[in-house]
């Protein structure tokens, strides 16, 4: 039975003057921009949260993904210059700066050799002094190491850099990534894709035609990627429903070319320590909230939406599996982005714990590789 | 679905080791075809049984299938059915026969000949073949090698002095356990076909135990059959390897997942409007919305209740400051990490003068109630608390919200007083209200366990109508997340809503988790769903009861803005000091700019109330987090 939307939450909606949206999303009608723009204008996070809570009923009922990975950052050194980053060095040699040799990159995966893991995710710096070989290297020493770990690796924005540093279309390196061992791509470097917001806080990263060709050119190819949006620095809300549309697009492409394609979308909320907008407060829990449920409820064709535990807190993240998340991350080892701009999360969570934040919050827990086939009993 | 009549076609292997997954087999719903593993793949492959004891090399190559959760035939270490036999050792090796009654074995074979710890000691022109079903023994002779496996291979004639026992050396190699089967088939299995498997293994593996030597020590001692995460990651890594080789196909080790489960809701719909217009709900009703209502659903009805009793923007918050007179108890609860015993070196009884500095702090940053609570000890009477009260309220314009009733039986008892002169004197002394601290859960057989030595429930609902008579007001309060079930927890809240409806003395509801500090996630993480719950169903239940305060003491700012639009109108306090649960580890530290950022960024206007929850004075500070220019008190 398709689930619906319950009397007193359709009431509660209705109080708030979204009667019409509950309609269209009861109806399976797709939310337009200023449908997004008015859920954000909305400070009933409940309702909102009970119509999201809707759609992920019906795409994944009680269901609760989570994987257990390990984290790789290569380097921290970053020629880039975002304003909302705690992790980037500019050049080798600064304080904190570091860059892993192959046999340390390897060394963490060894380390984990009895533990299971099915995957590996690897995002660095827009190293200016390596080349194209180091992370070619990188790969292929990871997969001989652990051929059964899926590699989900480098972000579109690293993508680009590499394609204009050693001259290669998106394609080429893509391509020449996956031949060495790469298998899907996360969905960093998206931050706020309206020009506006991405000139003050990035100005200097792949704008956001490029972040979206090489989704598409990966998806072409056949490969799955992931999308985020980083919320709660200086964007409206006008931008952040820009952002989510525009990915909307983007998949609506992919999924009619029938290839590759994005399957999770990860809201990561800005954090303000150690960072140029410490000034900024930091967004509080119900704007995530929102957020979460106001992605879900635009994102009609990304089929998960991730709560990424590490930035939001254990607490909102797992009161979010009723606000249309579907996907709690996983076991993360060995956490360093968002730890060095102040999360207080713990850096792994045991799985028994995960499980636990699952099954207390009354979902049924289910442990998935990158591709959310279960892979072990939770 | 499977029924009697259309009975589930599966195939099996008629070795030894797969006897415990099938001997239980209800032959009924199961048709059981044994086969040898080869011709188990291909009955699957042609859809001709739904379901098969599967090599592991045929799940990775042939289709779509999935694994039974949970279930293998494996091993950790040598296994002695999978054999590389010879009268030689491998330096001398021509030929190795590989038998083709089982691929997965076949595979295992030459992953560790060509790549693995027999690459060195093989010679590198040794011809590897396969062999019909059965047939590799044959070419075990002279400098000739042979996979056997299976019963075969526990049964070698003496000549074959050379044996390799594949799962040890697998092991030695990765550090890893091999699977060799599985129960794999169609994706659209019906669950319940899945769940009789898993119950049949384990009845079938108790059996082992009454088996005769040697089958009883090979299939307890060498032969595995949980598949747990180690069995995994050695399965997955075979597959890896395999795949790599070109050897085996790139199928993804997949598991039947969970059922999805089934809407339960629909019937709710009756009983989510009947709390949300406020009509009152039984026991029954109530215990039913805690255990099957939706957490969105129920958020959404206690949310239309707290518009149509607080029609407002308006979320009140009060300054106050926890004085916590003495440490020293005699009760020594489970979960208090803050008592300590009259003589410890951390003990104190606070002075006059710590006490006036405290209260004067108070007042400068605009506070107006201040929450007295201590220890029980055991010279502290009557006259103590007199003299204390006089005290505070001869020289500062402050509430006081004094005394949990442990404190109050604590001086009945010290002071050798009724309760009713108790609260007279105490009431006389200038004590305004009470919190509702200590009733924990009402439930008598649940305080037995988490405090034994505290008050029985109608004690404590005795000292709160007696308060409430001589005027004082109080809190009523839910301490959840210890031992007590949800029919306990509703239960408790029918003692406060029948107080209620005898004295309307409770002026607020306010309900928080158990805080414990001895795991790896935050204390109490894991409780904020679990509390969003039983605070929106606080306030469906507690339909006497105005004001429902949220608890971001203990679940963090974020999840108490949620509470907002789900039941609660109230922000608590500012603390001054909160020495009880910060012992016990967690404290979300507020001050006043971050309260009421917090409820404007929920979408509320900040207020200031007194504890009878008037409002005393608009917010202290801008929207832009700025002071507001004239705080007025």
């Not at chain 2, 007083?417 to 924990?440: I, Q, V």
Request: aromatic fraction near 6%; charged fraction near 25%.
């Amino acid at each position: 039975m398709t689930p619906t939307l319950s009397t007193v939450s359709r009431m509660a909606l209705k109080r708030i003057g979204l009667d019409d949206l509950a309609e269209k999303v009861s109806a399976g009608e797709r939310l337009s921009y200023e449908d997004g723009v008015r859920l954000f204008e909305e400070r009933d996070v409940a309702s909102v949260g009970a119509l999201a809570n809707l759609v992920r009923e019906r795409l994944h009922g009680d269901l609760t993904w989570f994987n257990r990975n390990l984290h790789i950052n290569a380097t921290n050194v970053c020629e880039a210059s975002c304003i909302f980053c705690s992790f980037a060095r500019l050049e080798e040699g600064m304080d904190a700066a570091y860059t892993m040799s192959l046999e340390d990159a390897v060394g963490r995966v060894r380390a984990l050799k009895d533990r299971f893991i099915t995957e590996v995710h690897i995002v660095n710096g827009l190293h200016p002094g390596l080349p194209f070989s180091y992370y070619t290297e990188l790969l292929r020493a990871v997969k001989a190491e652990r051929p059964d770990l899926h590699i989900k690796g480098f972000t579109a924005v690293e993508i680009h850099y590499y394609a204009e540093k050693y001259g290669m279309s998106y394609e080429q390196v893509l391509v020449a990534l996956r031949e060495a061992g790469l298998d899907s791509l996360p969905g960093g470097g998206a931050e706020i894709f309206h020009p506006r917001a991405r000139k003050k806080l990035c100005h200097d990263k792949v704008d956001a035609d490029g972040w979206l060709d090489v989704h598409r050119t990966a998806h072409r190819l056949g490969m799955m990627t992931n999308c985020t949006m980083l919320f709660g620095s200086i964007e409206t809300h006008e931008e952040r429903v820009d952002h989510l549309v525009r990915l909307r697009a983007l998949q609506d492409e992919s999924l009619a070319a029938g290839r590759g394609r994005m399957q999770t979308f990860i809201p990561l909320r800005f954090h303000n320590d150690n960072n140029r907008l410490s000034k900024l407060a930091a967004p509080t829990g119900h704007d995530s909230l929102k957020t979460i449920a106001i992605s879900r409820l635009m994102l009609d064709n990304v089929p998960h939406i991730k709560s990424y535990w590490i930035m939001l807190g254990v607490k909102i993240a797992q009161v979010s599996l009723w606000f249309g998340a579907d996907d709690l991350d996983g076991t993360v080892l060995e956490e360093r982005i968002y730890h060095m701009a102040g999360a207080e999360t713990p850096q792994g969570l045991p799985r028994h714990e995960l499980i636990k934040l699952i099954t207390t919050a009354g979902r049924v827990p289910v442990e998935r590789d990158t591709h959310y086939n279960t892979v072990a009993e939770a | 679905m499977a029924t009697p009549i259309d009975r589930v076609r599966i195939a099996t292997v008629h070795f030894t080791n797969a006897w415990p997954l099938t001997a239980r087999l209800d032959h009924t719903r199961f048709e059981v075809l044994h086969h040898h593993p080869a011709e188990a793949a291909r009955l699957l492959r042609e859809g001709e049984v739904d379901l098969a004891l599967l090599p592991v090399a045929s799940v990775l190559t042939d289709g779509d299938y999935r694994i039974v959760p949970g279930v293998c035939i494996g091993a950790d270490g040598p296994v002695q059915s999978v054999l590389l036999v010879s009268e030689v050792p491998p330096e001398q090796w021509e030929v190795l026969a590989l038998d083709g009654c089982s691929r997965s074995s076949a595979v295992l074979a030459e992953l560790l000949v060509k790549q693995g710890p027999l690459k060195d000691r093989v010679p590198t022109d040794l011809t590897i073949f396969r062999t019909e079903p059965g047939k590799a023994l044959e070419h075990a002779v002279g400098k000739g090698a042979a996979l056997i496996i299976g019963d075969p291979a526990r049964e070698l004639p003496e000549r074959l002095a050379e044996r390799i026992d594949l799962a040890g050396a697998w092991k030695d190699w990765t550090g890893l356990p091999f699977v060799f089967a599985v129960w794999a088939g169609r994706p659209d299995l019906d669950a319940e076909v899945i769940d009789e498997l898993r119950r049949v293994a384990t009845e079938g593996l108790a059996l082992r135990e009454g088996l005769p030597e040697p089958d009883r020590t090979y299939l307890t001692d060498a032969v595995k059959y949980e598949l747990d995460d180690r069995m995994l990651s050695g399965l997955r890594r075979y597959a890896a390897l395999g795949a790599e080789r070109g050897l085996l196909g790139t199928r993804d080790v997949v598991l039947y997942g969970p059922r999805v489960q089934a809407y339960r809701r629909t019937d709710l719909d009756t009983l989510l409007c009947k709390g949300a217009e406020g009509e009152r709900l039984s026991f029954e009703e109530a215990h039913r919305l805690h255990l099957e209502a939706p957490i969105a659903d129920l958020g959404s009805a206690a949310n239309l209740r707290r518009w149509a009793l607080h029609p407002t923007d308006d979320v009140t918050y009060i300054i106050s400051r926890n004085i916590n007179y003495t440490n020293v108890c005699v009760t020594a609860c489970k979960f208090c990490a803050f008592y300590r015993p009259e003589k410890h070196r951390e003990a104190y009884v606070l002075t006059e003068d710590q006490i006036r500095a405290k209260c004067e702090e108070l007042v400068s940053v605009g506070g107006v109630e201040v929450l007295l609570q201590g220890g029980l000890h055991r010279s502290l009477g009557i006259e103590y608390y007199e003299e204390l009260f006089r005290f505070i309220k001869s020289n500062f314009p402050l509430n006081l919200h004094a005394l949990s009733p442990e404190e109050i039986f604590h001086i009945m008892k010290i002071s050798d007083l009724s309760m009713e002169a108790t609260m007279e004197r105490l009431a006389a002394a200038g004590m305004d209200s009470l919190p509702g601290g200590g009733a924990e859960v009402l439930v008598d057989a649940v305080r037995k366990k988490i405090a034994p030595l505290k008050c029985t429930t109608d004690q404590w609902l005795e000292a709160m109508r007696m308060a409430h008579k001589m005027g004082m007001s109080s809190s009523s309060t839910l301490m959840f997340g210890m031992s007590e079930t949800a029919a306990d927890r509703v239960e408790h809240m029918m003692r406060l809503r029948d107080l209620q409806d005898e004295t309307r003395g409770f002026v607020a509801f306010i309900c928080w988790t158990f805080q414990p500090d001895n795991t790896y996630v935050k204390p109490g993480d894991n409780t904020a769903a679990d509390y969003l719950r039983v605070n929106a169903l606080s306030r469906l239940v507690l339909d006497n009861i105005p004001n429902i305060q949220a608890s971001w003491v203990t679940q963090g700012p974020g999840v108490a803005q949620a509470s907002l639009h789900m039941g609660c109108n109230d922000f608590g306090s500012v603390m001054l000091e909160e020495n009880v649960v910060s012992s016990a580890g967690t404290t979300f530290a507020m001050s006043v700019a971050d309260v009421e950022r917090n409820i404007r960024e929920a979408g509320f206007n900040p207020v200031r109330r007194n504890a009878q929850y008037d409002h005393v004075g608009a917010a202290l500070t801008r929207e832009n987090g700025r002071r507001a220019p004239a705080p007025a008190t």
